[in-house]
């Protein structure tokens, strides 16, 4: 089992930057690629980002493309998604995510309970 705990959200202005983290416990050892879903009021939960245990990254949607970064801390067992010029659109609770790369995006094996990022324009 892999326990995630997302932190770093919040009530932000629009324009403004984010960073948010996912601290990995538990069987970190089985090299997981990890990654990151939204879900805004009223839609389904979407994928973000992900990442290999390598480094290499998996973006989604024009959207978040140039905007955010994620990038993972493998010795310290924490991920992080860097959101830059934020938008009222980016508001949504963030979910990191733990699994398999898939098809161009991440196959969640393991969740966390997510963090609310609300972005007031």
């Known amino acids: 089992q892999v326990q995630l705990v997302e932190s770093g959200g919040g009530l932000v202005q629009a324009g403004t930057s984010l960073r948010l983290s996912c601290a990995a416990s538990?069987?970190?050892?089985?090299?997981?690629?990890m990654g990151w879903f939204r879900q805004a009021p009223g839609k389904e939960r979407e994928f973000v980002a992900a990442?290999?245990?390598?480094?290499?990254?998996?973006y989604d949607t024009d959207s978040v493309k140039g905007r955010f970064t994620i990038s993972r801390d493998n010795a310290e067992n924490t991920l992080y998604l860097q959101i830059n010029s934020l938008r009222p659109e980016d508001t949504a609770v963030y979910y990191c995510?733990?699994?398999?790369?898939?098809?161009?995006?991440?196959?969640?094996?393991?969740w966390g309970q997510g963090t609310q990022v609300t972005v007031s324009s």
């Open positions: 995510a733990a699994g398999t790369l898939q098809n161009g995006a991440l196959r969640g094996d393991y």
């Open positions: 538990g069987r970190t050892g089985s090299r997981n690629a």
């Open positions: 990442i290999s245990w390598s480094g290499g990254t998996i």
